[in-house]
């Protein structure tokens, strides 16, 4: 395993003690591991330091006189309690039928279809047959959540899956990534799917 | 000791000192609506989960059982309220309610007025949104409130495990977002 692909696990304080000493000392050894951890810090400090911003006060001054003003309209206001449950059922059962007339939603993609319907053996089973990964550590990582090496291999699949659908930057999560799949990345990965003869 | 202070006051408060509320109020307010303004890019859900937080506080104070610090039972429910918004507009987008377009409203309401600090929330917000819902909100709790991952656990019931993978994968994700794009 490259040093390289491991700083980020240090860096997430999510290596076991052998393996955090064993990349300490490699840190001691090489200078350019220790350039990149650097560099790595450097980056994750610039991302911290735009969320650190000092701001705000009127707003936050504002909050509570308008959280009281809530309060009191909700004690003024009387709930009809039959309301809050019919309502809503009944727009959803209007939206429903709106929606089933207008014909959106017949175009859900193939592979959303098809996975909604795989259970997380099946998940592994395409991933293993697709990268020829180590099942035991795909299903640990991808659908369990482990930590040292085997967040590497789960994101080295995540990556090879993202590349072998040609798939946009945005979806590390292979749930998310299969939800959110367009209809052309649905197609490249469904042909793949096929070539490979999983389906 | 902070602890302490926090259960003195939802005593005060349960007892009838409503300006109890208000120190807790003045005390959390802050980590509340940045906690939900980085969960959900923009100031607008922001504030309304924000306002949210602090109903549900006042409505629900008085059940607080003592047994888990104030800081994690607050945070508890805004990392719930904060998942509920992006699930409602997920929601609203399906049904056709919303076609609010956020980058524009964001220009025309936001926390600050100023064009630096504006320009540092939407490259952050722009970076945080490349990040799964799992992955930003462990992000955010390791790096915003610095937390460990047992008490991101505890906050979100999610296993250790598990928090640790999705942080690894959101550090690697951000990390290879600064390095490669110009954001």
Known sequence: MNYKDKIPLYLADNMSADKKADFEAELLRSSELKSQLDEQTELLKEVISLGQIETGEPYFNNLLPGVRLRLEAGRRHSFYPGLALGLPILAVIVILIIRSFSGSGEDKPVISRIVSGLNDESKTEILVVLFDADAASVQQTEFIGSTDDDEILAGRVTDELKRAAGIKEGYLDTDELINNLSKEETETICNNLITKKIF | MA????????????????????????????????????????????????????????????????????????????????????????????????????????????????????????????????????????????????????????????????????????????IELMKNYEL
């Open chain 2, 3 to 174: 602890e302490d202070k926090d259960f003195e006051y939802v005593r005060q408060f349960i007892s009838g000192d409503e300006n109890a509320f208000n120190l807790l109020v003045q005390k959390y307010r802050q980590k509340i609506y940045w906690h939900s303004r980085r969960m959900l890019n923009n100031h607008t859900d922001a504030d309304e989960v924000t306002q949210e937080v602090l109903i549900v506080l006042y409505r629900k104070l008085k059940d607080f059982s003592f047994k888990s610090s104030l800081y994690t039972w607050i945070f508890k429910i805004t990392a719930n309220r904060s998942i509920n918004q992006i699930n409602r507009r997920k929601f609203k987008r399906f049904f056709f309610f919303d076609d609010t377009d956020y980058d524009t409203l964001k220009k025309d309401e936001d926390i600050s007025d100023n064009i630096d600090n504006r320009e540092k929330l939407a490259r952050l917000d722009k970076i945080l949104r490349m990040l799964p819902v799992k992955q930003r909100e462990v992000f955010l709790f390791r790096n915003f409130e610095e937390l460990s991952y047992e008490e991101i656990s505890a906050i979100t019931g999610k296993s250790v495990g598990g928090l640790k993978a999705n942080y690894f994968h959101a550090l690697k994700k951000v």
